[in-house]
């Protein structure tokens, strides 16, 4: 990532979640998927204007150190979409992640009374089903969608999960897009241990 002389946002959606274990492979295929459709679509909701999007496995350079690169393009985001599983809570990453944009919030609320809908929740995996109390903010659920299978995008239900995308999620990430506030240097908190752990 290269410093931006303007002091300008760089990045307008930054993919914040948990990644699977080394040699885990089951759900990055969906993953990209579905950001491939999301960001098709709010590319068109945007006039055709380019995308720009942050994903640390794709975004975060050999021989970097992870958390300088994320807190960079944290700060440089207008909005957040975090992928959200029941492990999404257990990451100090995630966490920081999801934190970094309360924080943001909480300061134009304060400040100015406003609040751009900045944090863009999707549950992938409900678990036990207290997910939305951590999450405090409106999300789509699209868990009756997500697969491990990468069969699941030959089937009826990929078709609907391809129109909720058009239809719902991308409106509202183009609208997030552009409500952004006016770029400012944001605060950006490093990442803690997940509570009861080292």
Same mark, same amino acid.
């Given at each position: 990532?290269?410093?931006?002389?303007?002091?300008?946002?760089?990045?307008?959606?930054?993919?914040?979640?948990?990644?699977?274990?080394?040699?885990?492979?089951?759900?990055?295929?969906?993953?990209?998927?579905?950001?491939?459709?999301?960001?098709?679509?709010?590319?068109?909701?945007?006039?055709?204007?380019?995308?720009?999007?942050?994903?640390?496995?794709?975004?975060? #350079?050999? &021989?970097?150190? @992870?958390?300088?690169?994320?807190?960079?393009? $944290?700060? =440089?985001?207008?909005?957040? !979409? %975090?992928?959200?599983?029941?492990?999404?809570?257990?990451?100090?990453?995630?966490?920081?992640?999801?934190?970094?944009?309360?924080?943001?919030?909480?300061?134009?609320?304060? #400040?100015? &009374?406003?609040? @751009?809908?900045?944090?863009?929740?999707?549950? $992938?995996? =409900?678990?036990?089903?207290? !997910? %939305?109390?951590?999450?405090?903010?409106?999300?789509?659920?699209?868990?009756?969608?997500?697969?491990?299978?990468?069969?699941?995008?030959?089937?009826?239900?990929?078709?609907?999960?391809?129109?909720?995308?058009?239809?719902?999620?991308?409106?509202?990430?183009?609208?997030?897009?552009?409500?952004?506030?006016?770029?400012?240097?944001?605060?950006?908190?490093?990442?803690?241990?997940?509570?009861?752990?080292?």
């Amino acid at each position: 990532m290269s410093a931006d002389v303007n002091g300008d946002y760089e990045i307008d959606l930054f993919y914040s979640y948990k990644r699977e274990p080394a040699g885990v492979k089951l759900t990055m295929t969906w993953q990209r998927q579905f950001s491939r459709r999301l960001e098709y679509y709010v590319r068109q909701e945007l006039g055709g204007k380019k995308l720009r999007t942050f994903r640390d496995v794709d975004d975060v #350079r050999m &021989g970097r150190r @992870p958390w300088k690169e994320i807190a960079w393009a $944290l700060g =440089r985001s207008k909005c957040l !979409l %975090a992928l959200v599983t029941p492990e999404y809570f257990e990451s100090p990453f995630c966490r920081a992640e999801l934190q970094a944009f309360r924080d943001r919030c909480s300061l134009l609320e304060k #400040r100015d &009374g406003s609040s @751009p809908p900045l944090v863009l929740p999707v549950i $992938l995996h =409900r678990g036990d089903g207290g !997910l %939305a109390a951590r999450l405090e903010y409106q999300y789509y659920d699209l868990s009756g969608f997500f697969a491990t299978t990468p069969a699941f995008w030959s089937t009826s239900g990929a078709v609907a999960l391809d129109r909720l995308i058009r239809d719902h999620l991308a409106p509202d990430v183009a609208a997030a897009i552009r409500q952004a506030p006016p770029y400012e240097e944001w605060p950006i908190a490093g990442p803690e241990p997940a509570p009861g752990r080292g």
